[in-house]
């Protein structure tokens, strides 16, 4: 059995322009011990994707669609009393964010907030907790835990303050770790540090991985698998050389061909033309077409559902593994790009 | 016989120094400062990209500011195609702004909210009073938004009715209304996603062709530097730790540090193979308010023969190889460092 099982996810949110479908029918799951990776750009739907799971979508504005369905080991998390959502959220499904100035609460020390998981969801007494926190402190590498332990947040660095945040997390010995953009607000040299860590984490302790990020060299280098979003939508969904060595969707082409890569030679880039359509009017048909060198009349009127490819189990989001000729037909639009 | 001389650079900065004051206690004076920029050198040349690159804190950034007179720089001499910029009274400055522009990283923090696209390029032509009568300017607007990729109705439209990308381009128009040589572009793609940033990359690429415009490129992402750039250089903790033509900088990079720098960045090839020639650097990088002595990077560096002397001695920037230099003293001696990584 999975670990988490997605099915039909869809999540809309109300605002003044009319409902936004920001998350529209999202299915995929997690093993035991695996660490899947969702790539997509702002507004593609990651993040909400990642709350709905935890739980922590606000209502209103923000509603789960009827038929939705989110089930961790076995048990649907949907509709969930929040009594109950809160002994599954902390302690077996835990979630770190971008920013953890913001997630860390800045009035009280580190110790305190450890210390806080710890009696919260673990039921240790006052003084156990102390140990067992310096211990954690120690366990992601900050250094001299024991005099950190009484410090305040906004007494560490930025990479310290994320290892502190990863603590807190894993505090609950949880079985699936959310990890939305962690390392996005880190310099090059301590985002090594933090994927290291996670990686390191991971082995040690066998815990599910879910990383939400935009940014595809973290995904190349910390994932088994990855979906990748667009509009609301996965579009295609593979393993990691699946994605990266024979992505079959025109978006993950074109995500691929615009990122500057090191020591590439400066070839000129090859952007995806136009933006991305707007959540509370989705595109009739598929939502990549206006933007896809490929498209045809049967993309602009009808929605691709994912479709199987060469690989087992990689699916794309595409006309084309319908008809394949296109692509070779349309070539030159490939080039083009 | 023929004499060739070399032409002389559009920029040329000498030591640049910028210290903020940190005040503090009962009387209101300085008792720290902040050695933002601490004697930063290098030429730039017309048409050339010069990429400037580091982490947060190492003063890129300040370092373009304090070129334009953004902020005043604390020491050292700025000569902009010859006239020294520091010593420049309010009309030469204005003069200055005509050649010299910038283009910031969030377009809409830059970008008047109440006026229209139309209203703040016209402003722009005004003040400067550029293109003419009413009808030149709206004509020289028109052709700016098709320079830059808009539609000509974006005129009409306000800020906030653009996305990330468009609102760049309305910052390129802006920058280059008034039709500069030069243009310090600071960190003008990272808050955009990564299909629309190459967008932007290119329009600046092909504007630098067609106009003839020199940048200088101040950005923290590796990759898009090594893009953009006819030359690197390497900041950290307000210096210049390496500079090189962009090939030698990318695949023999001499520096600890740029070194550490290229091997961290995560590539979007899954091959199991990289975290292994990866030199994870330990440690935070320094307070600039009490950076280390010696060489700036010396507590952090993983070189193998890093001794007292790295503490004790700055280590200049000296010459590694064909219009490559680097600061370490390390470098000069013959030793075989570990294999090369990525």
């Known amino acids: 059995m999975p670990l988490l099982q997605v099915e039909d996810l869809s999540t809309y949110f109300s605002t003044d322009a009319g409902v936004a479908r920001a998350v529209d029918g999202v299915s995929f799951s997690i093993e035991p011990g695996e660490t899947l990776g969702i790539v997509g750009e702002s507004g593609c739907g990651k993040t909400v994707t990642s709350l709905s799971i935890m739980g922590l979508i606000a209502n209103p504005p923000g509603r789960i669609i009827a038929g939705s369905s989110i089930r961790f080991r076995g048990r649907e998390l949907v509709d969930l009393p929040e009594k109950d959502m809160r002994r599954i959220r902390g302690n077996r499904i835990a979630m770190i964010f971008q920013e953890p100035m913001t997630s860390l609460n800045p009035v009280f020390t580190i110790g305190n907030q450890i210390r806080e998981a710890l009696t919260l969801h673990r039921g240790i007494g006052r003084s156990e907790a102390r140990r067992v926190g310096i211990e954690l402190l120690r366990e992601v590498g900050i250094p001299e835990p024991e005099q950190r332990f009484a410090e305040y947040p906004h007494q560490l660095s930025g990479g310290m303050r994320q290892r502190v945040m990863i603590a807190v997390a894993l505090s609950c010995e949880p079985e699936l770790l959310i990890a939305d953009e962690p390392t996005t607000a880190l310099d090059v040299t301590i985002q090594a540090q933090i994927l290291e860590l996670l990686a390191d984490l991971r082995g040690r302790r066998g815990m599910a991985v879910l990383l939400i990020t935009h940014d595809l060299g973290v995904v190349a280098e910390v994932c088994d698998r990855v979906l990748v979003m667009y509009a609301g939508q996965i579009v295609e969904s593979g393993t990691v050389d699946e994605i990266f060595h024979r992505a079959r969707h025109p978006y993950t082409e074109g995500l691929l061909e615009s990122l500057p890569k090191l020591a590439a030679g400066g070839r000129r880039l090859h952007p995806i033309e136009g933006t991305v359509p707007n959540p509370v009017g989705w595109p009739t048909g598929c939502r990549f077409s206006s933007r896809c060198p490929y498209s045809w009349d049967r993309c602009e009127a009808y929605v691709p559902p994912l479709l199987a490819t060469e690989d087992t189990n990689h699916l794309s989001r595409c006309w084309l593994e319908d008809e394949p000729e296109r692509r070779r037909t349309s070539a030159g639009a490939g080039s083009e790009w | ?342």
């Open chain 2, 1 to 342: 016989m023929v004499i060739q001389t070399e032409p002389a650079p559009l920029l040329s900065v000498r030591n640049l120094r910028k210290y903020f004051p940190i005040t503090g206690g009962i009387l209101p004076r300085a008792r720290a400062f902040v050695k933002a920029v601490d004697g930063v050198s290098f030429d730039l040349h017309r048409g050339e990209t010069l990429g400037l690159v580091g982490e947060s804190g190492c003063g890129k950034s300040t370092t373009g500011k304090a070129i334009l007179r953004l902020i005043e720089a604390t020491e050292g001499e700025i000569y902009f195609d010859g006239t020294d910029v520091r010593a420049m009274g309010s009309s030469a400055l204005r003069r200055l702004r005509r050649r010299a522009q910038v283009i910031f990283q969030d377009p809409f923090a830059s970008l008047n909210p109440r006026m229209t696209v139309g209203q703040m390029l016209d402003e722009v032509l005004k003040v400067h009073k550029l293109a003419g009568d009413r009808s030149g300017r709206r004509q020289r607007i028109r052709e700016l938004l098709d320079t830059v990729g808009l539609l000509v109705e974006s005129e009409d439209r306000y800020p906030h009715e653009f996305s990330g990308g468009q609102r760049q381009r309305i910052g390129i128009a802006r920058a280059l209304s008034v039709e500069p040589d030069f243009i310090v572009c600071d960190e003008p793609v990272s808050a955009l996603d990564v299909s629309v940033q190459a967008q932007v990359i290119n329009l600046l690429s092909d504007l630098q062709e067609r106009l003839g415009l020199t940048y200088l490129f101040i950005a923290h992402d590796l990759a898009v530097v090594e893009h953009v750039s006819d030359r690197v250089a390497v900041m950290y903790l307000g210096r210049i730790v390496e500079t090189a033509p962009v090939r030698s900088l990318y695949t023999e990079p001499k520096h600890p540090y740029t070194r550490a720098l290229l091997s961290a960045v995560p590539r979007p090839e899954p091959r199991r193979d990289h975290r292994h020639g990866r030199i994870v650097l330990e440690g935070d990088v320094p307070s600039p308010v009490s950076p280390p002595s010696g060489c700036p990077f010396h507590p952090r560096c993983w070189h193998p023969l890093k001794d007292d002397a790295c503490s004790r001695v700055t280590p200049p920037l000296e010459s590694v190889g064909e219009n490559h230099a680097a600061a370490c003293i390390k470098l000069s001696r013959d030793v075989e460092l570990p294999p090369k990584t990525g």
